[in-house]
């Protein structure tokens, strides 16, 4: 006799035409839904995962076109996925089903994301993306650690902004370590250039180069500076641009040379990041991610 299979109590459409098969639980969904929100499951019907998937492959629960569990001639594939958990399948359903749409939360949050960025559905990856930033002042590493495991460009490069900010003693947190080496080894690189950067600024020598209006704007910049420093103002990021001119010679042009004295020594991007109204020059990129192969595929 087969083993026993259980039909998922919210996502088992009687006119839903592929069955996904997870440990004992079947999934009874809709092809054209799967094929118009999964770059997977788009290829996976078209035909370009035939050399590693059959469309009527067999789970063990039997064919579900002969199964008496599955009777109908509507189902056109059973989809087996390997160590899923079916709790976890049922959650990425809810997002993708609009009848259940089911809020993403920091509760549910990840185990969505990791399906939906095995399987490649933009739209939920989008709707975890916003989560993410929208709670990235309260938990900057907490984004991070996610939008760095998972290639979220737009959470990531806030939210390294906001660690880079608090570097000090965001570092420090055990958490820490979740991030991967890559992004640490980034995120000490940037962090040291900027403190580099502090100290070629705090010579007198540094300034002295600069395309100033007046003979006495390039000391005057370089001790206001000094004074920034001395209060501990100038290790806060955001950069406070104030463009209603030069101490000295009154002159906006004399300040914007000074910050871009300031943005070339501390590697400051000319591009900010904008997190809740406040601009951040200090932050990693993350390209756009990087298309993945089947997870069927070898
Ligand atoms: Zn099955
Ligand atoms: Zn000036």
């Known amino acids: 006799m087969l083993p026993k299979f259980r039909k998922n109590p919210i996502h088992h459409y009687p006119d839903g035409n592929v069955v ?8 009874r969904v809709h092809a054209s839904i799967f094929r118009a929100s999964s770059s997977f499951f788009d290829g996976f019907f078209s035909g370009n995962g035939k050399e590693t998937v059959s ?8 064919d579900p076109k002969t199964d008496t569990g599955e009777t109908d001639r509507k189902v056109i594939a059973t989809v087996q996925l390997p160590g ?38 933009p739209r939920i990856l989008a709707k975890c993306d916003q989560l993410l930033r929208r709670d990235i002042g309260n938990k900057p590493l907490e ?26 003693k965001i570092s420090r947190r055990p958490e820490y370590k979740q991030l991967s080496l890559e992004t640490r080894v980034e995120l000490q690189a940037v962090r040291l ?24 704007c390039p000391a005057n910049h370089f001790q206001h500076f000094n004074n920034q420093r001395s209060t501990g103002s100038l290790a806060t990021l955001p950069l406070k641009q104030d463009f209603t001119g030069c ?16 943005k070339v020594a501390l590697g400051m991007s000319d591009e900010p990041v ?21 997870p069927f595929s070898a």
Not at 146 to 166: I, T
């Open 247 to 262: 101490q000295c010679c009154q002159q906006p042009d004399c300040t914007k040379a000074k910050i871009k004295r300031l």
């Open 143 to 168: 984004v991070l650690i996610l939008a760095d495991r998972y290639r979220l460009p737009k959470a990531f490069n806030a939210s390294s902004a906001l660690v880079l900010h608090d570097y000090a």
């Open 20 to 27: 996904l098969c997870v440990g004992h639980e079947h999934f």
């Open 84 to 121: 899923k958990n079916s709790k976890e399948v049922e959650m990425l359903l809810s997002t993708l089903y609009l009848h259940t749409e089911m809020e993403i939360t920091w509760e549910n949050v990840e185990p969505i994301l990791k399906l939906a960025d095995e399987y490649g559905f």
């Open 193 to 216: 250039r900027y403190l580099d950067g502090i100290e070629e600024l705090s010579q007198q020598s540094a300034w002295a180069n600069v395309k100033f209006n007046h003979p006495s």
């Open 55 to 62: 469309h009527s492959v067999r789970c063990e629960h039997g």
């Open 274 to 294: 904008i997190v809740e109204d406040k601009k951040y020059y200090l932050y990693i990129e993350l390209a756009e991610p990087i298309k993945k192969k089947s």
